[in-house]
């Protein structure tokens, strides 16, 4: 039984250290990579017809600024086209006609969009609006985001390279500094675009358009298939569909679109459940197509770990789980024998977070040393997410369809009205789940300092930590503490 429990524990260590080893080559890559923006190939001598396409869902809060923040983009009016895409229930539908009346009186066309049902949720509205879109080019802006007024031109001449398919830029926020929460999800969507989309752009291996603040051109969108709703991250899906038909895409991080993050754990887990679920999909969906196709092998091995990043993340359960019964065995053994394997493991997975976040901070921030404290609770939250990753893939593994369950967007008018009862996250099996973890940690560090094993205590602190900290703030929904 011991020789069986070690060979799962190293095993997990192992490619615990294996995901983090490759988050650390990208968070290299980054720091050799400059901070200016690839130029197009040459500038338009007549500017193509482009259409907006804004997906929204009971939006009412955020619908008007949104329309207000398109209808200001400078593009010229006759090759400008808006579709609101509007699959509401609630009140936005109302508002988003006045509006539009507006626009209209501005001479901008402006054109709204009531499906019968929401049958495939985004991809089947972005569907829907290719339908009647007048655009050889398609921009997509979910309801939260604020494109700043030259989006559309510093852009658009990307596409004069015939071969570039579609062109993302870096997405900011809004209300990064609205609370702790907001604070450490900032720092995990800035790693994302200034690790690892400028890592993948960089060395020429497939990105993925973000599914908002992002350009495709009509043709790539529809050689590819078209927008699928077989998975929860239809945006990746037609990334890789596209890429794999030899289209090229442009990444852009010189400048942000802003957008607004969740303002509770609750949206914030859902969130990411859905974006964990999704990438899962489609790596279930395509990664042996990208096996079996004629590409170069560092393009299937990042589109492996790209992928399937989840399943690193959900190893911390295990891991967790595992340290405890590894220190009673260990009692009769010498443990710095068996340290001298633990820990380099252990670094690699520890070390590569705490280097990418230094990476993105160094790249983003003037005042990045002073922002490294923050680095501990930034691990400790990746730890205590953890059983969001858990879920998705057991989800996928048990072929589970779930609905696509929009992120609450609240613009300036954040309150305590309709928030759930610390009783209703109690119910949560996850929310459970994190808690009892946290417990379980709080008794490994305990039996450590008893038996004076002290070597994996920083880490177990850290990951205790994290999933009190999701549990709590899972259950207390209250409106947001201030950031300091």
């Known amino acids: 039984m011991k020789t069986l429990f070690f060979c799962v524990y190293y095993t997990a260590l192992i490619f615990s250290a294996i995901y983090g080893l ?11 990579v400059g901070s200016s923006d690839p130029r197009p190939l040459r500038q338009w001598d007549r500017l193509p017809r482009v259409t907006v396409q804004l997906p929204v869902y009971n939006e009412e809060l955020v619908i008007e600024r949104l329309l207000n923040a398109v209808g200001n983009l400078d593009y010229p009016r006759q090759l400008f086209q808006i579709q609101i895409l509007d699959d509401s229930t609630d009140g936005t539908t109302e508002i988003a006609r006045k509006v539009m009346d507006t626009l209209r009186s501005r001479d901008l066309d402006v054109e709204l969009i009531r499906r019968q049902d929401r049958r495939g949720y985004k991809a089947g509205a972005l569907a829907e609006g290719l339908k009647t879109a007048k655009g050889e080019y398609v921009a997509i802006f979910d309801a939260d985001f604020l494109p700043p007024s030259d989006f559309l031109l510093r852009m658009i001449h990307h596409f004069t390279d015939p071969a570039v398919g579609m062109v993302q830029m870096r997405w900011g926020h809004d209300n990064a500094g609205d609370s702790f929460l907001t604070r450490l999800q900032s720092m995990l969507i800035d790693g994302h675009f200034v690790v690892d989309q400028v890592a993948r752009y960089s060395t020429g291996r497939f990105f993925n358009f973000n599914g908002s603040a992002g350009i495709w051109r009509r ?10 709703s077989d998975t929860l991250s239809e945006d990746l899906d037609l990334s890789y569909r596209a890429q794999m038909k030899g289209w090229r895409f442009v990444f852009l991080s010189e400048k942000e679109v802003v957008q607004e993050l969740p303002r509770t754990m ?3 887990k859902s969130q990411q459940f859905r974006w964990a679920k999704g990438s899962l999909e489609v790596a279930r969906k395509l990664l042996r197509t990208i096996w079996k196709a004629p590409l170069p092998l560092k393009l299937k091995v990042e589109a492996t770990f790209h992928l399937t990043n989840n399943l690193g993340y959900a190893l911390i359960v295990f891991l967790s789980l595992a340290t405890l019964p590894a ?34 901070q160094k790249k983003l921030y003037p005042n990045w040393l002073s922002r490294i404290g923050y680095l501990p609770f930034f691990m400790g939250a990746i730890a205590g997410l953890s059983f969001v990753h858990l879920k998705a893939i057991w989800e996928v593994v048990r072929k589970k369809k779930t609905p696509f369950i929009r992120t609450p967007k609240y613009g300036k008018n954040f309150s305590e009205i309709n928030l759930h009862k610390p009783a209703h996250a ?13 417990c379980y940690i709080t008794l490994t560090i305990v039996y450590a300092f008893k038996e004076h094993l002290f070597g994996a205590v920083p880490f177990m602190i850290i990951m205790g930590s994290g999933f009190f900290y999701v549990a709590f703030h899972s259950i207390f ?8």
């Not at 340290?339 to 993105?360: E, K, N």
């Not at 109690?426 to 946290?438: A, I, K, T």
């Not at 929904?477 to 300091?484: M, Q, T």
Request: proline share 4%.
């Open 327 to 360: 220190i009673c065995m260990r009692l009769n053994y010498d443990w710095r024998r068996s340290l001298m394997l633990d820990l380099p493991l252990f670094l690699i997975g520890l070390g590569s977070v705490a280097l990418y976040f230094i990476v993105v």
């Open 266 to 268: 609750i949206d914030f």
């Open 426 to 438: 109690l119910r949560d099996p996850m929310v459970l789940g994190e808690l009892l973890m946290g």
């Open 219 to 228: 043709d790539t969108i529809d050689s590819a298939g078209g927008w699928h």
């Open 477 to 484: 929904r209250s409106s947001p503490e201030k950031a300091g």
């Open 22 to 32: 490759h988050r650390l080559i990208l968070a290299v890559i980054t720091l050799f």
